[in-house]
């Protein structure tokens, strides 16, 4: 995707907030995305959901303080990222230049998100239990 088309999409979630239209605009895309599966791969779903929940950009913002909701650590477009990017060297993404200290989360490795950030928590906390032989 495009940086102008990402600008363009987080210009309209923040155009339809700003009108006092988030929540009727959220409800209307949930129900909009459930026809989609309903009409194509998932017949009979819309008739069996129980409960649904969305969210968009603007969502992950305002409960993660992420730059208009960004779900991953560093834009792909930055000329250098401050963090390990290379898969086979996942182990080191928690080494910090502090001994004995270590990181985890989406700012450790990139890309990032919730399984990387479960990664490098469970990478950490072995590391922090050999240390202290537990």
Known sequence: MKFNTIFLKLYYYNAIKNKGWYKEFKLLSEEYILDIFNESIFKGLKYKVGDKFSST??????????????????????????????????????????????????????????????I???????????YWKL
Do not use: C, M
């Not at 490098?120 to 050999?130: I, P, Q, R």
């Open 57 to 118: 950009p603007l969502t992950i913002e305002s409960i993660t303080g992420n730059t208009h909701g960004a779900i991953t650590g560093w834009a792909f477009t930055n000329s250098i990222i401050p963090a390990e990017t290379k898969i086979i060297k996942l182990s080191k993404a928690i080494e910090t230049l502090i001994p004995n200290v270590y990181q985890a989360g989406q700012w450790s490795f990139s890309p990032s998100g919730l399984p990387i950030s479960i």
């Open 120 to 130: 490098t928590g469970k990478l950490a906390t072995d590391k922090v239990l050999k």
